[in-house]
């Protein structure tokens, strides 16, 4: 997610309270060092379609855990 500056805390954080799947783990790790869509789905063996979708996914599973920690800021969008 662009609009939040990762850094491990968050990461470990966001993927404990959301209990991330593999695939999603691997979107967003990707997404975190600001590799594109196109990268994503050539190294996860998936199509674009799919890690667009991952993506919207996280950004909600995002919204929901992001108020149970002070670890995760609000996004921006």
Same mark, same amino acid.
């Given at each position: /997610?662009?609009? &939040?500056? #990762?850094?491990?805390? /968050? @990461?470990?954080?966001? !993927?404990?309270?959301?209990?991330?799947?593999? !695939?999603?783990? *691997?979107? @967003? %790790?990707? #997404? *975190? %060092? =600001?590799?594109? &869509? $196109? *990268?994503? *789905?050539?190294?996860? %063996? /998936? =199509? !674009?379609?799919? $890690?667009?979708?991952?993506?919207?996914?996280?950004?909600?599973?995002?919204?929901? $855990?992001? &108020?149970?920690? +002070?670890?995760? +800021?609000?996004?921006?969008?």
């Amino acid at each position: /997610m662009k609009d &939040i500056q #990762w850094n491990k805390i /968050m @990461l470990r954080e966001f !993927e404990s309270l959301a209990c991330l799947s593999d !695939e999603e783990s *691997a979107v @967003l %790790h990707d #997404w *975190a %060092h =600001g590799k594109s &869509i $196109v *990268a994503t *789905a050539m190294r996860c %063996h /998936m =199509g !674009e379609t799919k $890690v667009k979708d991952i993506r919207k996914t996280l950004r909600d599973k995002y919204d929901a $855990v992001q &108020i149970y920690t +002070p670890l995760l +800021p609000a996004r921006t969008e």
